[in-house]
């Protein structure tokens, strides 16, 4: 079985998939000694490409790549349905890639561009030297959903979470309180660090020392985490990057006899169905996650329509955010 892709032959190329696609495609539009050079490649790695590589370049397939980490959160499902509701009145299909595993990202971003999709949209948390390598050797239209790219060949829908995380910090410092915990993951990812970056900013102008923990966000782990952290600190308030963390935090609070929120105010990000299940109902930054959705495929809908759109400033979109007060804060 063939295990070289149309993006392996690319990197030993040093040159971009589209280039390759041209060359099998349409040959006499690349250069002699590029065209020589790909097509040794691909001689000596016995690459075979299939009915999709041989069409990326000449074939539209109306249909849209949405690659996701995972399916199992809430808010990645109210996104996605929002995307769908946007493609189909635009007249696409769209494509599910998971992506669990981040040191598998190269195979399945290869998967993705040889099943020749119009456009791709992208959520990623981890946004390494790596992903951006990869997204500028692709040939079609990428947008960035829910992560905010930091290259302006790369347009992106996202919320400004480091004003959010702000916003929220420096209206609990406005009531009163001092000891607010930002409460983190382990695993580093690029919307969490902006997040951190916002509280982070809002203490340090008040006068206020940071205090930053990082939990593995796995529930299981989460009650002796939170338990031991309980143990010898008493914030006031816990801003917490997952509403199931803040929720596990909350549970953990009150087993202990530490009434929320006259003890501790708990603050969730996501807004997710959960914060509305837990009780006392959790507080949130409330993220327009369908309307994030809908608006990046229809921003990519305008790519793929546009043939100069590799040449232009790409646009980073961001969405306006909310912060729903519930029962969880004073």
Same mark, same amino acid.
């Given at each position: 079985?063939?295990?070289?892709?149309?993006?392996?032959?690319?990197?030993?190329?040093?040159?971009?998939?589209?280039?390759?696609?041209?060359?099998?495609?349409?040959?006499?539009?690349?250069?002699?000694?590029?065209?020589?050079?790909?097509?040794?490649?691909?001689?000596?790695?016995?690459?075979?490409?299939?009915?999709?590589?041989?069409?990326?370049?000449?074939?539209?397939?109306?249909?849209?790549?949405?690659?996701?980490?995972?399916?199992?959160?809430?808010?990645?499902?109210?996104?996605?349905?929002?995307?769908?509701?946007?493609?189909?009145?635009?007249?696409?299909?769209?494509?599910?890639?998971?992506?669990?595993?981040?040191?598998?990202?190269?195979?399945?971003?290869?998967?993705?561009?040889?099943?020749?999709?119009?456009?791709?949209?992208?959520?990623?948390?981890?946004?390494?030297?790596?992903?951006?390598?990869?997204?500028?050797?692709?040939?079609?239209?990428?947008?960035?959903?829910? /992560?905010?790219?930091?290259?302006?060949?790369?347009?992106?829908?996202?919320?400004?979470?480091?004003?959010? /995380?702000? /916003?929220?910090?420096?209206?609990?410092?406005?009531?009163?309180?001092?000891?607010?915990?930002?409460?983190?993951?382990?695993?580093?990812?690029?919307?969490?660090?902006?997040?951190?970056?916002?509280?982070?900013?809002?203490?340090?102008?008040?006068?206020?020392?940071?205090?930053?923990?990082?939990?593995?966000?796995?529930?299981?782990?989460?009650?002796?985490?939170?338990?031991?952290?309980?143990?010898?600190?008493?914030?006031?308030?816990?801003?917490?990057?997952?509403?199931?963390?803040?929720?596990?935090?909350?549970?953990?609070?009150?087993?202990?006899?530490?009434?929320?929120?006259?003890?501790?105010?708990?603050?969730?990000?996501?807004?997710?169905?959960?914060?509305?299940?837990?009780?006392?109902?959790?507080?949130?930054?409330?993220?327009?996650?369908?309307?994030?959705?809908?608006?990046?495929?229809?921003?990519?809908?305008?790519?793929?329509?546009?043939?100069?759109?590799?040449?232009?400033?790409?646009?980073?979109?961001?969405?306006?955010?909310?912060?729903?007060?519930?029962?969880?804060?004073?």
């Amino acid at each position: 079985m063939n295990q070289t892709k149309i993006y392996d032959i690319a990197g030993a190329a040093g040159v971009s998939l589209a280039t390759v696609s041209r060359v099998l495609n349409h040959p006499e539009k690349v250069k002699e000694a590029t065209r020589n050079k790909v097509l040794r490649i691909i001689k000596d790695k016995g690459y075979k490409p299939n009915a999709n590589a041989r069409g990326l370049a000449s074939r539209k397939s109306t249909t849209v790549a949405v690659v996701i980490p995972e399916l199992s959160r809430a808010s990645v499902a109210e996104m996605i349905q929002g995307i769908d509701d946007a493609a189909k009145k635009y007249g696409y299909t769209i494509r599910l890639f998971i992506n669990r595993d981040q040191a598998l990202q190269e195979d399945l971003w290869g998967e993705v561009i040889a099943s020749s999709v119009d456009g791709i949209l992208f959520m990623n948390d981890e946004m390494t030297k790596e992903t951006y390598r990869q997204v500028e050797y692709t040939p079609v239209p990428v947008v960035f959903v829910n /992560s905010l790219s930091q290259k302006d060949t790369i347009g992106s829908v996202c919320v400004d979470y480091e004003d959010c /995380s702000y /916003s929220i910090t420096k209206e609990m410092i406005n009531r009163g309180n001092k000891r607010i915990v930002f409460v983190g993951t382990e695993h580093k990812y690029t919307l969490n660090e902006m997040k951190e970056r916002g509280y982070k900013r809002a203490m340090v102008e008040a006068g206020l020392e940071p205090e930053v923990i990082y939990s593995s966000g796995n529930i299981d782990k989460n009650e002796v985490f939170f338990n031991n952290y309980l143990d010898n600190n008493k914030p006031e308030v816990a801003l917490v990057v997952r509403d199931s963390m803040a929720i596990s935090l909350m549970n953990i609070a009150n087993k202990r006899g530490i009434k929320v929120p006259d003890m501790l105010q708990v603050i969730g990000f996501q807004n997710t169905r959960y914060a509305l299940l837990s009780n006392p109902k959790l507080t949130c930054a409330e993220i327009p996650i369908y309307e994030m959705g809908n608006k990046a495929m229809s921003y990519l809908t305008e790519l793929m329509k546009d043939e100069n759109a590799n040449r232009r400033k790409a646009n980073k979109i961001l969405l306006a955010y909310d912060i729903c007060w519930r029962e969880s804060t004073k």
